[in-house]
């Protein structure tokens, strides 16, 4: 039934114009909002798989990672991201150096979270 359905992600915020502001101007992607819709962003990213974020006035993040993002060089990503006030979380029993980074035990991965708490990851293949 849905093996050539474009799925799509989406997940809560609590403050849209504050989520608004972190995913573009933090993050530098490329998002559209729709106040017909009372708020709804997406966020559009590589691939033409957008992801929709939307306003929940009871959000509770979720306590585990809503989206990942793929980069070429974590240590450049999180310093890039640092520079910009992004802190990046520590997990007890999580091996992660100075700034964060889990690596040696599958992709080398950093955690940090959205204003609304959501959980957010860069993440290095290899």
């Given amino acids: 039934m849905f093996t050539d359905t474009k799925a799509m992600s989406s997940f809560a915020v609590d403050d849209i114009d ?3 502001r972190f995913y573009s101007d933090t993050l530098g992607l490329r998002v559209s909002r729709d106040d017909a819709m009372g ?3 997406t966020l559009h990213v590589a691939g033409d798989r957008d992801i929709l974020v ?3 006035e009871d959000h ?7 989206l990942n993002f ?3 060089d974590i240590d450049r990503a999180v310093d890039e991201l640092t520079g910009r006030g992004v ?3 520590r997990y007890p029993g999580m091996p992660q150096d100075d700034k964060g980074v889990m ?5 080398s991965i950093a955690w940090f979270t959205d204003p609304a708490g959501n ?3 860069v993440l290095q293949e290899g």
């Fill in 70 to 72: 793929p980069v070429d």
């Fill in 60 to 66: 509770t993040p979720a306590t585990y990672t809503v």
């Fill in 39 to 41: 708020g709804l962003l």
């Fill in 119 to 121: 959980i957010l990851s």
């Fill in 87 to 89: 802190r990046f979380e």
């Fill in 18 to 20: 504050r989520a608004q």
């Fill in 103 to 107: 690596r040696g035990q599958g992709p």
């Fill in 54 to 56: 939307y306003p929940k």
